[in-house]
């Protein structure tokens, strides 16, 4: 087994589309439309299945926001450098609510970024993260 991708319910497909591909440089992969049955979708990721993973965006029409729940925690993206990342990410217009540092009680270089939806980011540095 693998894991094929996530699934996000956003509230503007394109302004989800522009953030992880623009802000987060993931590639547009593939749309869908589905206008009888009330949804869009869009799959971006670094790679297509089945060699990475992918997040399918999941827009319904007429349904602008979500409530997150507490279950929800996070996706997780490895980078080569985490500062440089959020640096790239502030200038692209993204939001980094957590700043680069040492996870408390490690070692290991993190950061969080919040998408247009509120969905959680974490960046965490790896030194071959391509």
Do not use: W
């Not at 996530?6 to 953030?19: A, N, P």
């Not at 547009?28 to 869009?40: D, I, M, V």
């Not at 299945?49 to 029409?61: C, K, S």
């Not at 080569?80 to 790239?88: F, G, I, N, P």
């Amino acid at each position: 087994m693998r894991l094929l991708h996530t699934m996000l319910r956003v509230g503007d497909l394109q302004r989800s589309i522009d953030f992880y591909t623009r802000v987060l440089g993931m590639k547009l992969l593939r749309t869908t439309e589905r206008p009888e049955q009330k949804y869009s979708l869009a799959f971006v990721g670094y790679g297509t299945n089945p060699d990475h993973a992918e997040i399918e965006l999941t827009y319904n029409h007429g349904v602008s926001n979500y409530e997150l729940g507490t279950a929800y925690g996070h996706i997780a993206l490895g980078v080569e450098d985490v500062y440089a990342a959020c640096d790239k990410i502030r200038a692209a217009g993204g939001a980094v609510t957590r700043e680069p540092g040492p996870v408390k009680g490690g070692n290991t270089v993190i950061a969080f970024v919040t998408d247009p939806d509120g969905y959680k980011i974490e960046l965490i540095q790896r030194e071959s993260a391509t």
